[in-house]
């Protein structure tokens, strides 16, 4: 299928900044939609920022301003820039991608999920 893997998480301070990066591969055929969730301790699993396939961007409300997701299609691969961290910025977060994968000679749609990486921001 279609395999992700986030990179780029750390410990850093509040008011600082982190880049996620998630490299998709498999026999991928197209991918629509990819994004970001965040997961904090007892708490559920959030959408933080998403784009489609051309560019359209959609921001939880409580890092729009501080959180910029983009893509480069043709590396399969999308970003989280993430400035401004705050403690509440804390959580495991997770890579998603959905679209078209090719197995032999026909096409299933995927949506696939990364193992997570750690941000902790300090106060």
């Known amino acids: 299928q279609v395999q992700l893997v986030e990179s780029g998480g750390g410990l850093v301070q509040a008011g600082g900044s982190l880049r996620l990066s998630c490299a998709a591969s498999g026999s991928i055929f197209s991918i629509n939609a990819m994004g970001w969730y965040r997961q904090a301790p007892g708490k559920q699993r959030e959408l933080v920022a998403s784009?489609?396939?051309?560019?359209?961007?959609n921001y939880e409300n409580s890092v729009k301003g501080r959180f910029t997701i983009s893509r480069d299609n043709a590396k399969n691969m999308v970003y989280l820039q993430m400035n401004s961290l705050k403690p509440e910025d804390t959580a495991v977060y997770y890579c998603n991608a959905e679209g078209i994968y090719s197995k032999g000679r026909d096409r299933q749609s995927f949506g696939s999920w990364g193992q997570g990486t750690q941000v902790t921001v300090s106060s």
């Open positions: 784009i489609s396939s051309g560019g359209s961007t």
